[in-house]
């Protein structure tokens, strides 16, 4: 197949500023060939399918134009073709699941028909459902809850951001008292703050029911499970519903997970009952010193319980860099009551005085203590074993998570899955952009989940947000990387504010200095990582963040100090030994 510069606009004679391939190398379709510049723009030309790079017909300095050979290239599954783009389903088609065979026999018209069904109204449900409706679609959306939404919008991020913002005023009204500003020990009202909580809440439910009126997506309310390839049981407090669909998506999120040795106790939450607020506990043990468990310490801490956290691994938010989640472990430790690390649960009992709890620490050595409250924080799971997915021919593995391809396609071409029960990360924004894709295959789009990355941030007090690739990934897949960090100690904005723990950290690539990765921790860290998370998705280098005006003072200025320190121009501290070009 050859490959030639497509419709770049008006443009003649643009040179070429990078060969992204060599000859022998394995291309995806969509894979960044080479870059070329036009009027200081620089944009990428991508393979038109998936192949083996056999020859390169440009180097870097050479003048293209539309039309201009860059590339010969061996497409999958035979020789060069002169056909151009394949259909999407054959592109994908090499990652596809295998399908299995469907165990379900119901056919024919359900009760309610739809073009799209999609089960699960949680971000990315209801986002596929009304991408499907503005896509022309006649879509039914499956809810098992009395509201929309899922557990992000009913019991998880929004009301837990409700909670979290409540804690960071009470923490700044308390440490104010340094700054010479002291405020009364706060009242703190559970019924109305669970009806802040609430409010916030019910806005945004209710927000979705006038959007799916609006795209007249059709609500059937129940749990659903498959009957067969085409059909999906509906069980609502007015009984049995049969919906039948030509195209499905699964968006059937997750749940906790709950250990088996800890008994059925109402002094035993997880994290929705840690969200119900029914009391403020004297002591409270957090058993999972992950991201939920941390938020809802953040809380309770600020309501006034003694915290107690314990976590198996040998730091706090174990998906992030050491260096990154030590500012939040200096903080917390100077608030909490115990933070054990490398220890472990074995035994939990309900007694009078409390809930029981032994320890077991990494030399092999018990204690024990008793707490008001536990809370369960240690992960969740998929949902994919609660739908009866192989009536459908859907393939669902030990864990619960459903395989799928760049396109969210299941084993059953008609039928794609998106979210938590597609695999980790388990978060919101991931759900709401593989939701996009199904809706988009579903109405004939080519269209690919193919993001770089997936932005996470812990809600904590200070936040940790990070994207992209990390030091410990690195190390870890023996990838060469350097990095530039800025203490937020020398910030004037994070001064200002009485909050200069923070840091910033940027991981380049050292043979083209290109961001790959980024980590930061602080006061609004989860607000500033976009940045990075657009910046390496763009193929920014450090001169493009450093040469990048950023407001000052501002704590969005400390990713472009960061490149600095990489850069070795840094003005605001002194800078690294001078990096060899």
């Known amino acids: 197949m050859e490959i030639k510069v497509p419709d770049i606009g008006d443009f003649t004679d643009v040179p070429v500023v990078a060969v992204l391939v060599a000859v022998g190398d394995s291309v995806a379709e969509e894979d960044p060939l080479i870059e070329i510049e036009s009027d200081k723009a620089t944009m990428e030309v991508p393979s038109p399918a998936a192949g083996v790079v056999k020859e390169i017909k440009v180097a870097e300095g050479d003048k293209v134009s539309e039309g201009s050979l860059i590339m010969v ?8 073709s002169e056909g151009g783009i394949e259909p999407p389903a054959d592109a994908a088609a090499e990652a596809a699941p295998a399908p299995v065979a469907a165990t379900g026999t119901a056919t024919g018209a359900g009760d309610v028909h739809a073009e799209v069904v999609v089960l699960g109204s949680g971000p990315g449900g209801y986002t596929a ?11 039914v959306l499956i809810e098992k809850n009395p509201t929309l939404g899922g557990v992000c919008l009913n019991v998880g991020c929004i009301p837990s951001k409700a909670l979290l913002h409540v804690a960071k005023v009470i923490t700044e009204a308390e440490e104010m008292s340094s700054h010479g500003v002291s405020f009364a020990k706060p009242e703190i009202n559970l019924d109305e703050l669970r009806a802040f909580k609430d409010s916030v809440v019910g806005q945004l439910t209710g927000g979705l029911d006038g959007l799916s009126k609006g795209r007249k997506v059709q609500i059937v309310r129940g749990m659903g499970t498959f009957t067969g390839p085409n059909m999906i049981s509906v069980a609502g407090e007015d009984g049995v519903t049969t919906v039948s669909f030509d195209q499905c998506i699964i968006a059937a999120g997750s749940e906790p997970v709950a250990l088996p040795f800890i008994p059925e106790d109402e002094r035993v939450i997880d994290s929705t009952g840690a969200l119900e607020l029914k009391d403020v506990p004297e002591r409270m043990l957090v058993l999972g010193g992950g991201i939920i468990g941390l938020e809802m310490a953040c809380v309770y801490d600020a309501l006034g319980s003694k915290i107690t956290v314990v976590e198996l691994m040998d730091q706090i938010i174990p998906g992030a860099d050491k260096d990154v989640v030590k500012p939040l472990m200096n903080r917390i430790k100077g608030r909490y009551e115990n933070i054990f690390l490398k220890n ?7 007694t009078d005085a409390g809930m029981k709890v032994t320890f077991e620490d990494d030399k092999g050595e018990s204690f024990s203590d008793t707490f008001d ?3 369960v924080a240690v992960g969740r799971k998929p949902n994919g074993k609660l739908i009866n997915a192989d009536q459908a021919g859907v393939a669902v593995d030990d864990r619960g998570f459903i395989a799928v391809d760049k396109q969210q396609r299941t084993g059953q071409p008609h039928i794609f899955a998106i979210g938590d029960v597609v695999g980790q990360p388990m978060l919101a924004h991931k759900a709401v952009h593989e939701g996009k894709v199904a809706a988009e295959v579903a109405a004939g789009h080519k269209r690919f989940f193919d993001a770089k990355l997936i932005p996470s941030v812990a809600y904590t007090d200070p936040e940790v947000a990070w994207c992209g690739l990390t030091e410990t990934e690195a190390k870890a897949k023996g990838i060469k990387v350097e990095k530039g960090v800025f203490p937020w100690a020398a910030s004037g904005k994070s001064l200002s504010n009485g909050r200069s723990e923070g840091m910033t950290k940027l991981i380049f690539d050292p043979s083209d200095d290109r961001l790959l990765g980024a980590c930061i921790v602080g006061t609004n860290a989860g607000d500033l990582i976009s940045e990075c998370a657009l910046a390496i998705e763009m193929g920014a280098d450090a001169v493009d963040l450093g040469h990048t005006i950023h407001p000052h003072p501002t704590l969005s200025e400390t990713v472009n100090f960061a490149a600095e320190m990489f850069e070795g121009t840094i003005t605001d501290l002194m800078p690294p030994k001078k990096r060899k070009k």
């Open 344 to 350: 472990k649960v074995t035994a939990v009992e309900a």
């Open 373 to 375: 409250k536990v809370l």
């Open 129 to 139: 459902a009304f991408r499907a409706a503005d896509l022309g679609k006649k879509v």
């Open 73 to 80: 290239l061996e497409a999958s599954g035979g020789g060069a």
